[in-house]
């Protein structure tokens, strides 16, 4: 099989494999430490050499995870690109200080999260840093110091955000270049195409990353609400001999801002799966039907 390509996020952003391997669920996949760095090393093998965290993952777990199956093999980081969120502050007994979820993104908070992140994935830097949620009380200023110290230290490379707005990315883009904005969009949630977000990333030159690009599975279940946009692209899929899930990533990747899709799974037939869609193209009539029966309508 063909390696996944990569694809670099921005003109002064990084390179990313056109598919990342999202880590999110790691804590409940129940994998010895040899399993796990199996998985990565599967991974790496695909191509897929980018991996996406949050501190909060697995209630602040999921670092720890990866990064004891990490140190098996170290020499794999020189290999892979580690992507990390902070600002989110959830209520856990890992977090006994927390008293109610809540967003910061003041410098000390960020530079604390980041240290933890590097302490639980047992490197010396993250490749790509992101603010995980857009925070009423974020100051642009104070992020983009922060960001700026952070990357003077070596703790981090490259920096970006996650669900933000076209006008919040660019807020914050004007003070310090980021490499990326990572939001939801599938087939289910198709927002990100009409308010704004992707028009302005493409203006500037800036690929989003897409988490629930097949909406949490909710494209696999038997479900009369979505039972027009499955069958539609299940015809499409058997016409063109390739597989659902490929056909789903391969329409979200046809998008001019080049979109970086995510995985969810464990399974690494799932990561194949997502891996083969980086050769696909629809046709312009295939993807807008895929558009038509997502809205329930033609376009206008």
């Known amino acids: 099989m063909t390696p996944c390509p990569a694809v670099r996020t921005s003109e002064t952003g990084l390179a990313l494999s056109r598919i990342v391997a999202g880590m999110w669920r790691m804590g409940e996949w129940n994998m010895s430490p ?49 992507v990390s969120k902070c600002g989110i502050q959830l209520v856990s007994p890992a977090r006994p200080a927390h008293k109610i979820k809540q967003y910061d993104t003041s410098a000390a908070h960020i530079i604390a999260s980041v240290d933890n992140s590097l302490k639980a994935l047992r490197t010396d830097f993250l490749d790509l840093l992101l603010i995980h949620r857009p925070d009423p009380l974020m100051d642009f200023d104070e992020i983009a110091e922060t960001f700026e110290g952070l990357r003077a230290a070596g703790k981090v490379k490259h920096f970006g955000v996650s669900n933000f707005s076209r006008h919040q990315f660019e807020s914050l883009h004007r003070r310090l270049p980021l490499s990326t904005n990572q939001v939801e969009f599938s087939p289910l949630h198709t927002a990100p195409m009409y308010d704004e977000t992707f028009d302005g990333l493409q203006d500037l030159g800036v690929a989003p990353m897409i988490w629930s690009p097949l909406a949490g599975g909710r494209l696999f279940r038997d479900d009369p609400a979505t039972e027009a946009l499955r069958g539609t692209i299940a015809r499409i899929a058997a016409d063109i001999e390739q597989p659902f899930g490929s056909v789903v990533l391969a329409w979200i990747m046809q998008l001019p801002s080049r979109p970086i899709p995510l995985t969810g799974s464990g399974r690494i037939e799932a990561i194949e799966e997502a891996v083969w869609a980086t050769r696909i193209k629809l046709s312009r009539s295939q993807w807008f039907e895929i558009l038509r029966a997502a809205q329930g309508h033609e376009v206008p």
């Open 34 to 82: 040899q399993q796990r760095l199996a998985l990565i090393e599967g991974c790496v093998e695909l191509g897929v050499t980018s991996f996406d965290h949050a501190d909060i993952y697995g209630q602040y777990a999921v670092e720890e995870l990866f990064g004891e199956a990490l140190a098996l093999r170290p020499a794999l980081r020189e290999r892979i690109q580690l």
